[in-house]
């Protein structure tokens, strides 16, 4: 299993898809936490606003899964994508003898890996370097930086889940271009189902799922059993899309 983990992490650092996606994540993360700590772009009624931390106002941006889908299913579509051949078969040498249950997991740890540097990683270690090198260092104190701890902690978790979606797509479409179009697709339903008028069923199930605590883990107070909750969200979101995604790439032919 760590042989695997190994071949799949080196194989992504030799992606260059990945290396543009790091450099194009950093330079627009600083641009934009720039813009916003010199007061040349307005944002108001954040959840860091209301945490007084309107300094990491422009982290808004890469919470949002509409943003970051287009992040993470590009990376998919370059790193996961590209193992299968044009017919939908599994390549050989991803295989080597191995088996499928131990390629699905290392897969999914080194690109959830990778979509968290891309996406979580560097707009959030961005935004403290801007703060700092700007001038507003004092606004990183310990209650701030405890909520920001819990905030991302907890985000990092549903995160994980979203990973395990967009994987899943990834395996179901073996193409790149299917992956970001229907990943993005995907969000965009979600999206819709968050803001349109639903069935008290649907409503249930989407209070209940990790895009809706997309935005909640970001409350600037969260009490024990909500915590809790979305603890619990995201680790049966996981299992559930995992176990799916398992099935689906068991069930792919080897060519």
Same mark, same amino acid.
């Given at each position: ?58 982290? *808004? ?63 959030? +270690? ?19 930086? *405890? ?89 049966? *979101?996981?299992?559930?899309?995992? +176990? ?12």
């Amino acid at each position: 299993m760590n042989n695997l983990i190994k071949a799949e992490l080196f194989k992504l650092k030799r992606n260059k898809s990945f290396w543009v996606i790091i450099g194009a994540s950093t330079g627009l993360s600083a641009l934009l936490h720039y813009l916003v700590i010199i007061g040349w772009w307005q944002m108001h009624g954040t959840v860091f606003d209301t945490a007084g931390l309107s300094e990491l106002n422009a982290l *808004s941006t890469f919470t949002v899964p509409l943003f970051f889908n287009l992040i993470v299913s590009t990376l998919a579509g370059f790193f996961i994508s590209i193992e299968f051949s044009q017919s939908g078969v599994i390549k050989n040498q991803v295989m080597s003898g191995n088996k499928r249950l131990h390629i699905f997991i290392a897969k999914y740890l080194v690109f959830s890996f990778g979509s968290i540097i891309v996406t979580i990683l560097i707009p959030l +270690v961005t935004a403290l370097v801007m703060v700092i090198l700007l001038g507003h260092g004092d606004v990183l104190n310990l209650t701030n930086m *405890s909520y920001v701890g819990r905030a991302y902690s907890l985000f990092t978790l549903q995160f994980l889940g979203y990973t395990a979606i967009i994987m899943l797509l990834a395996i179901i479409t073996d193409d790149s271009g299917k992956t970001i179009i229907l990943s993005i697709l995907f969000t965009i339903l979600m999206f819709a189902i968050e803001k349109l008028p639903k069935p008290t069923f649907i409503e249930l199930l989407y209070e209940n799922s990790i895009f809706n605590q997309f935005s909640t883990v970001f409350k600037l107070t969260m009490s024990t059993g909500e915590i809790t909750m979305s603890i619990l969200i995201a680790f049966l *979101s996981l299992i559930i899309v995992s +176990v799916c995604g398992i099935v689906v790439f068991k069930k792919k032919e080897i060519k």
